[in-house]
């Protein structure tokens, strides 16, 4: 097992930032890089994959594997190991390939290290926003430094609101776009910013009230559902359990937008994960 103490928080907070660099110097809103190649490969008709998702895994699978020899890395561009119990890490390398592609800002790097399935730490980077987000289970959460904690805002027409979509747009067919038409009369706003793994840092933060999504994968909320966590606020798959990790269904908020965001999810129950 992994000691997850400070000194160790503190170098995975180092590598999520070495890992940012690489993506930010390969970033094509940057007027040094626009119009360099990409080198942009197809996962599927939406699914990007580029040459700096690549660049940016190998930098933290190795960086990782330094830390924790024999710790096996659950990461978006690389095989699944198939570990579910002990000490796994999870990491998104470029959490946002479709913004990153085309100049937008809202991309991340993201690591988490679970054991059994919980995490126990959790680093969430913006390089284009310079801000880094941590916490460790029990430990609190932080954003540069500071304190953070989810907004005591209770009332759903005075909610900041965050969600997503598949790449397979499969949800649209099972009431996805009739609980979005639903919260978007009732919230204040709803954004759509593309990264999950910055959703729920913005939601530790205050920032948004609730987010809900379907079809994510672990590497797209395992540190970020810490931070939410641990900044006071409620994390479950669509039905209120506990599968939110492998399950593919999230909400996370407040207790109070939470309730809310799970009622109108159950009514009826949305959008079960499908084949990819």
């Known amino acids: 097992m992994i000691d997850a103490d400070p000194a160790l928080l503190e ?76 000490d796994l890490w999870i990491v998104d390398p470029l959490d946002g390939t479709t913004n990153f592609a085309h100049g937008h800002p809202l991309y991340s790097v993201s690591i988490a290290l679970c054991r059994d399935g919980e995490p126990l730490i959790g680093v969430v980077h913006a390089p284009a926003l310079q801000n880094t987000w941590w916490g460790t289970r029990g430990g609190g959460a932080f954003q540069d430094g500071h304190p953070i904690q989810v907004t005591e805002e209770t009332d759903l027409s005075k909610a900041l609101l965050a969600t997503g979509f598949s790449y397979q747009r499969t949800e649209l067919d099972r009431g996805a776009l009739d609980v979005f038409a639903g919260l978007l009369r009732d919230a204040r706003e709803i954004r759509r910013g593309g990264s999950a793994c910055l959703d729920l840092a913005h939601l530790a933060s205050g920032v948004f009230a609730g987010v809900w999504e379907a079809h994510l994968k672990p590497h797209d909320v ?18 209120g359990g506990d599968d939110w990790l492998f399950g593919e269904r999230l909400i996370a908020g407040n207790r109070a937008i939470h309730a809310e965001l799970r009622a109108r999810l159950s009514r009826p129950e949305r959008d079960r994960p499908s084949a990819r």
């Open 11 to 86: 170098r995975v907070i180092a590598l999520a930032r070495a890992a940012g660099a690489i993506l930010a110097g390969r970033f094509p809103g940057s007027p040094t890089v626009r119009g360099g190649d990409l080198a942009i490969a197809y996962k599927g008709a939406r699914d990007l994959v580029t040459a700096a998702d690549h660049a940016s895994e190998a930098h933290l699978v190795d960086g990782l594997e330094r830390l924790a020899p024999g710790t096996p890395i659950l990461s978006e561009e690389s095989p699944d190991p198939g570990v579910r119990s002990g």
């Open 222 to 239: 395992a540190a970020g559902a810490l931070l939410v966590r641990e900044a006071g606020g409620l994390v479950t798959d669509f039905a």
